[in-house]
């Protein structure tokens, strides 16, 4: 029988759907119901590294887990009401088959969806997945709030874009059989979220990952549930892993450390722990002095936990891949003693080799609250020496410390196997994760080609920095417009007089009226109830060769003649045997005897500042022959700037003949007028919105139709 699991996280205010399989390299029995405990902590970095502060403290995030079925994976089978009682006395377990496979490539595991707003973690459990060699990931869908579409995560080497979706309402809809919700709220709100999963009709089961959740608040949500037919797990619970299956949440630590400790195939131990930080470390000592970890999982160290220790060394007994079974347990409390009477009683028939952590705090004078809320004695029986003596007293295997525990664990396991109770498991290489490239980079281990080359900003510093000057330079220098186009357009810092001629240039070209045909389409556009973008797009996309977009024609013909030496007449006259209108001469209004006021001021600011101006005494030679020929034919201002610009770049003597060439065939120049008429049209666009305009309709009468 095949069974899924399936997740249900949300992160920081977003949920994510996860769906597990069991490993094919087990059976599951029929007619046997196990809960598959699936602790999936996200507080993990992409390496597994534990984040356990800030905004990830007080993330909010749950798990669905489906079907509950697949003996073995992570079964809280002691601790369910609604589970089936016989399941502690017979044991829904696994059957063992060879690890690997014969035919084995990767594990073919049915998909787990599970989602993070954290990209890192999604990633991280994703590669534990390749790792313990699952043919798909374990992650098939993320829940978002407000958001759907994919997120790319590596499965191997190959990318992948796992689903996401916007609601719990909608992944539970999509996902019926969905029916565990583990949740990573903060104590502050772990409760609440926590109460309104199990109030879902799908939801069966609510583990809570946050510490120091109101013991009230827990009560709370236990009795309800236990009322709703549900069952809570938690609070306080980090992660679990069941080895060569999937890992889930940072337990187990980075992937270097799964595969350090052999966590990517099955061993023959079952490991129960309260701590979810000593259960990382006790997995790396199973896998030193044995054939490693069947299944590791921490209860959580909250005082009202939802599973025992026993629940889990009863379940262990059960499996028959497990053939010891290691107990890491602490002070306060009395949940070691039940473990206690179990072993009295016979109900555990596998070697168990305990050790209760605290054993330090009779050093101190008055009582002492450790790590966890439940890691506190309050007396004698609740005492870490007392838990250790009595486990000894019921046939535990008990060091005399925690340093001996390793010693203790090793030697229980030589014994089992000289008695040929376990064949240890045969060691294969797992497969080979493919390093990240920007890992592999600047560890130097690879090279890469860029795809993008920039000269003009850099942002990889502590602050911005255009043409390699800081930003904070450009605030206190008092940079101007014109200073930052100089360094992000021309990579220098231009000489006063020629930024400032640059700004004067914006400031005159930022708007003609609203007659001219980029304002008359902004203004259309607006009032079609476009937004700002698209108001200004339509104008901008009018400039061009008759309007506004001659500056660098002007520019270009002007030189070219200027440098060859030409006449007035003999420029002219040749630009009219080629057919094409002299750039920057001739205007729609203005004529000789009334000159374009911008034109006039630039040349007054150009010839007062500029080395030279050569460039635009000769254009102004020119005009006075174009006059000759037409009123109109005046020197325009796309030809005084582009003839002026020829002037301020020859002149600063910063830039070269081939540079100035550059500039020009690229069009610098144009620019300068597209960013001033930029300003006019946005201009345009928030006063036809302003005065609430309505749609335009061309009057009839304005229309010539003919046929």
Known sequence: MDYEIRCLVPFLGSHFLSVFEISPGFDVLEEKLILCFVLFTLFSDINGNRSLGGSLRSASASLVLDNWVGRGLFGLVGLLGALRRDLLETGGCLDPKPWPPDNFSRAPLKRCSTTTSSSQSSACWILTSFVVWRETPSVAGIINPGAEGFQKLFFGQEEIAIPVHSTIEASCAAHPTADVFINFASFRSAAASSMAALKQPTIRVVAIIAEGVPESDAKQLIAYARANNKVVIGPATVGGIQAGAFKIGDTAGTIDNIIHCKLYRPGSVGFVSKSGGMSNELYNTVARVTDGLFEGIAIGGDVFPGSTLSDHVLRFNNIPQVKLIVVLGELGGRDEYSLVEALKQGKVSKPVVAWVSGTCARLFKSEVQFGHAGAKSGGELESAQAKNEALRDAGAVVPTSYEALETAIKETFEKLVEQGKITPVKEFKPPQIPEDLNSAIKSGKVRAPTHIISTISDDRGEEPCYAGVPMSSIVEQGYGVGDVISLLWFKRSLPRYCTQFIEICIMLCADHGPCVSGAHNTIVTARAGKDLVSSLVSGLLTIGPRFGGAVDDAARYFKDAYDRNLTPYEFVESMKKKGIRVPGIGHRIKRGDNRDKRVELLQAFARTHFPSVKYMEYAVQVETYTLSKANNLVLNVD????????????????????????????????????????????????DQKRLKQPLYRHPWEDVLYTK
Not at 651 to 671: A, P, R
């Open 639 to 686: 030809g005084a700037i582009g003839t002026l610009f020829l002037d301020l770049l020859a002149g600063s003597g910063m830039f070269s003949k081939q540079e100035i060439d550059e500039i020009v065939d690229i069009g610098y120049l144009n620019g300068l007028f597209v960013l001033a008429r930029s300003i006019g049209l946005i201009g345009h666009t928030f």
